[in-house]
């Protein structure tokens, strides 16, 4: 995929000058050995940092080999002033992330020479983050030996990229929401304090950059690609439409080369009804689903929030994402005996629901057998009485089994930053409808739905990664400066003003 983040991870170890900086530095290249074994791209920097002019060296040191995700490694106590001194520093420039870390003790027959104390040392280290006003990563256990370190650095690869990816991202919205879906429409004050640019243009913008990229020479390669896509399944119904299709996905891209400006990633969030069809004489959906692919979400219906989801989702889990609707129910006749079992216990129906949109979701998420079709909610509306034509795009198709994490980052009305995270499962059931859709299984869904995304008023779009990593956007949320970060709680644990004593 292309459009994500590169990160470039670097180490530099700290020693408090009452201790041994030896000490420091071999425990530095246990971690920097690990991280070889695990397979991390590790730059491993030779200057000890005991004080300011060595946090100035490794500064430069680091820079200059451009990381720009940075392991602060506490070897020993570590010098709190000059360690985080040097963590301000690197965080200066945006596209940055720094992370601290300490040794565990490694022998009960060396605590004299061969004590460090970087368990205390990281006391005085986050009291020192907190006086400069950083934000920087810290493991939920930051102190562990040179393995359990390795792996930590593994982890803020990936929390590091949201970060990166975010202050260097780009938002083109095309048009304002329609008026029976206000629902998406939120403030974007706090977009600026996530690093994120936007860029809003009206539906003319891009109606008129369509009407001149008719006829350029690209299309037809375009239009063949997508043609062996559909191929693939004998899902190519409509051939005749691929072109102007084509010409629609060159409009999107060139319009982000020629817009990206100081940026460096982008996404698009686009109004697609009800004139879409009407003006350019069909349905984007399958467009997006081909973006989506390539690690450019284009969420619809202008949900500048809901790309910023999606987007979040390919980076941490390295593979396109998908927005879809919380859409409907599970009727009982497809639930009853179908003995869903998560970890031996059954589950409830109201645990399930189907997710589902217009035809949006790229190919490779999709069972075999998805095809090119026509979104029958808009040809109810514009054409009912005759064959498909303007309302057709859609990429239709069953969504794969296999893990899923559901995700949303938004702003509320007054302007408040919040986000939901729940891990789940795409069910192997066939759903008998249309769309991009599936049934989606997450635990204890019914009281999630009642307590996090009715009663905080969240917008019916769900952002689906197509893996389990919870733990991760939780910790790049926190990152990012996200503090109210909701989740599907276990049966037992209540939320703040669920009824207790509700049967």
């Not at 059931?429 to 008023?457: C, D, N, Q, W």
């Not at 779009?461 to 970060?485: M, N, S």
Request: aromatic content about 10%; glycine content about 8%.
């Amino acid at each position: 995929m292309e459009n994500l983040p590169v990160v470039k991870l670097g180490i530099v170890a700290t020693s408090r000058d009452c201790f041994p900086a030896a000490l420091s530095e071999a425990r530095r290249a246990a971690v920097a050995k690990a991280a070889k074994e695990a397979g991390l791209d590790l730059y491993v920097s030779n200057v000890t940092v005991e004080n300011e002019i060595d946090a100035e060296r490794a500064l430069a040191d680091v820079v200059g080999a451009g990381v720009n995700a940075l392991v602060v490694y506490l070897g020993n106590f570590g010098p709190e002033g000059p360690e985080t001194q040097l963590a301000e520093k690197f965080l200066a420039q945006k596209g940055r992330a720094v992370m601290f870390a300490a040794a565990a003790e490694e022998s009960g027959s060396d605590l004299i020479n061969g004590r460090g104390d970087a368990y205390c040392g990281m006391l005085n280290a986050s009291y020192s983050i907190g006086l400069r006003g950083i934000s920087v990563y810290i493991p939920e256990y930051p102190v562990g030996s040179a393995a359990e370190v390795a792996k930590m650095i593994a982890d803020f690869e990936t929390v590091a990229a949201v970060r990166i990816g975010l202050q260097g991202l780009k938002i083109f919205s095309f048009g304002p929401r329609p008026y029976d879906f206000l629902a998406c429409n939120a403030p974007i004050a706090r977009l600026y304090d996530l690093g994120v640019e936007i860029q809003e243009n009206s539906e003319l913008d891009l109606y008129e950059a369509f009407l001149k990229h008719e006829g350029d020479e690209r299309i037809p390669a375009v239009a063949a690609d997508m043609a062996e896509e559909l191929g693939k399944y004998d899902g190519n119904a409509y051939p005749d439409i691929l072109n102007k299709l084509a010409q629609y996905e060159l409009t999107l891209l060139d319009w982000a080369e020629k817009n990206l400006g100081a940026s460096k990633y982008f996404v698009f969030a686009n109004k697609c009804w009800p004139a879409f069809q009407t003006m350019f004489h069909f349905v984007p959906c399958y467009v997006n689903s081909r973006l989506a692919a390539r690690g450019i979400p284009v969420a619809c219906e202008v949900d500048i929030w809901g790309a910023v989801s999606e987007y979040i989702l390919t980076i941490a889990t390295n593979m396109p994402a998908t927005l879809l609707d919380i859409n409907n129910t599970v009727p009982s006749d497809l639930y009853t005996g179908m003995k869903l079992l998560r970890d031996g216990k059954e589950l409830k129906n109201s645990d399930l629901f189907m997710g589902f949109h217009c035809g949006n979701t790229a190919s490779c998420l999709l069972k075999s057998g998805y095809g090119m079709k026509y979104q029958l909610i808009m040809k109810r509306n514009l054409e009912p009485d005759s064959e498909p034509d303007i309302s057709r795009g859609t990429l239709d198709g069953e969504l794969k089994s296999g893990p899923v994490t559901v995700f949303r980052l938004q702003s509320t009305a007054d302007a408040q930053l919040r986000a939901y995270v729940a891990e789940g499962d795409v069910l192997d059931i066939e759903t008998k409808s249309f769309g991009s859709r599936g049934v989606i299984a997450v635990p204890e869904m019914g009281r999630f739905y009642r307590h996090v995304l009715i009663e905080k008023r969240y917008p019916h779009h769900a952002g689906l990664g197509f893996a389990h990593v919870g733990a991760l956007l939780f910790d790049a949320l926190k990152l990012c400066g996200v503090t109210e970060i909701d989740y599907n709680r276990p049966a037992g644990v209540l939320y703040p003003r669920e009824n207790p004593f509700a049967r």
